[in-house]
């Protein structure tokens, strides 16, 4: 693999009274896009959010990392079944130059469709099938260090006093604290058709008593309409005190609504050789003896299963050497518990971040087994598109390292509508009834932040 780095990391020059000029005059002689690090303190993605009213938008916030990219120096977009290797192609052309002023990473930041065509109509109009940006700005947090980095070739450099404007508007947001105000009031919540739910499920279960399939992941939507325009940075902050133990994403592309995630859900995780990813199938209620249920039964076990299998090995076929523990653990967030394998693995030589998720998506987790027939059968029959739901929403570096999450526990914010989606992982022993009450429950993460009463 061509791996694209930017040059050695350089300080201001001596002295310097303006440390953005100072960045902009280097800019102007350099080649390709010069990063310019500024010191900034360390402050919550929504404060960045509300301040913005840039086309381009994207948070991703963890405990290790906040990225928060504002406007668009670059944007890649993928089609297709080629829509991975689109958005590689694409990267491996950016000519980074140098980052001055900080030791720091730049990072693109978007997401894949669930499948091709997934996103080509509302909710999910401006998404399209793959998205990442390069992002003007970037508020970036690694650790107990931020700052703020402007992305500009030369001729951009030019233009200093639109830069010093859009530094003092992010300057004065991370500045001041953020408080969260309540979204609009709720007009109605549309959960659909349980009745329709329930056919589904059993449409799935015989399916795969003929054994044509062992699992197929239903996803059900719901439709909140609300008062007002929902606010994006009200709602993200909402998911940052509910689900701190989750990522919290949101991604708005230009045209396009905005979504946004607390998902515990890894895809995978890739620094230089060294993969991450998390196997997540298997879930119930929180509750007296939930856990040791969860434990205990043998459909969800057989789910989990299936999903570790899936993901070891994918990860084989690359060539990895794979470390999975020998069972499950419990994963406890806030309304449900989930069996949790997490998954270790060495590449024996370089891969991209995509290469990986290319690879792995759809898992057992959100699609289903065999991957082609859940696909299809997903496509054919649910009611809405999925669009992202339950796909992979992350970043990358120029090297290719990166973290890709699945897009659970998600919503899409559009005008006054906020559309949901929650999904159950249906095999033999499913139950209809049990699984629209697991749905309930996700759905619970984001009715919450959203203020509606579960």
Not at 123 to 134: H, N, S
Not at 298 to 324: C, F, I, M, W
């Amino acid at each position: 693999m061509t791996t694209i780095t930017t040059t050695a990391e350089r300080s201001f020059p001596p002295h310097a009274e303006d440390p953005l000029e100072a960045g902009l005059a280097i800019a102007r002689r350099a080649r390709g896009i010069t990063f310019v690090a500024l010191p900034a303190p360390v402050a919550p993605a929504p404060a960045l959010v509300a301040a913005c009213r840039a086309a381009s938008l994207v948070a991703w916030s963890s405990n290790e990392l906040t990225i928060v990219g504002i406007g668009a120096a670059r944007e890649l977009r993928g089609r297709g079944e080629a829509r991975w290797t689109d958005v590689i192609a694409a990267a491996r052309t950016l000519e980074a130059g140098p980052v001055i002023g900080g030791d720091v990473r730049p990072r693109l930041v978007g997401g894949v469709a669930f499948a091709p065509g997934a996103a080509d109509r509302a909710p999910w109009t401006g998404f399209g099938d793959a998205w990442f940006v390069l992002p003007r700005w970037t508020y970036l947090r690694d650790g107990a260090r931020a700052h703020l980095v402007l992305a500009v070739d030369a001729d951009e450099a030019a233009h200093g006093a639109r830069w010093r404007e859009e530094l003092a508007v992010l300057q004065g947001a991370v500045a001041t604290s953020f408080v969260t105000r309540p979204q609009p009031p709720m007009l109605e919540l549309e959960r659909g058709d349980a009745d329709a739910w329930r056919a589904q499920i059993r449409a799935i279960t015989n399916a795969i008593a003929r054994g044509e399939c062992a699992k197929i992941v239903a996803a059900r939507s719901a439709v909140v309409a609300l008062a007002g325009e929902a606010r994006p940075a009200d709602l993200l902050a909402e998911l940052d005190a509910r689900h701190a133990e989750c990522v919290r994403v949101l991604v708005r592309p230009p045209g396009g609504g905005a979504l946004l995630a607390a998902t515990p859900e890894r895809l995978v995780r890739l620094d230089g050789s060294t993969v991450a990813c998390d196997a997540l199938a298997g879930s119930c209620a929180r509750g007296d003896g939930a856990r040791e249920a969860l434990l205990a039964s043998s459909k969800d076990r057989r789910e989990h299963d299936l999903v570790v299998s899936a993901v070891t090995g994918a990860l084989r076929e690359l060539g990895a050497e794979v470390e999975v523990p020998d069972a499950p653990r419990v994963r406890t967030l806030r309304h449900v518990l989930h069996l949790h394998t997490p998954i270790a693995a060495r590449l024996a030589g370089r891969r991209h971040v995509l290469e990986l998720a290319a690879s792995l998506h759809p898992t057992p987790a959100v699609g289903g087994t065999p991957t082609r027939l859940a696909t299809e059968w997903i496509a054919a029959r649910e009611a809405l598109p999925r669009g992202w739901y339950a796909a992979p929403v992350g970043w990358f570096d120029l090297d290719g390292n990166g973290e890709l999450a699945v897009a659970i526990r998600s919503g899409v914010l559009a005008g006054d509508r906020a559309h949901l989606w929650a999904g159950a992982g249906i095999v033999a022993g499913s139950d209809p009834d049990r699984e629209l009450a697991e749905t309930d429950v996700k759905l619970r993460a984001m009715l919450g932040a959203l203020g509606v009463a579960a």
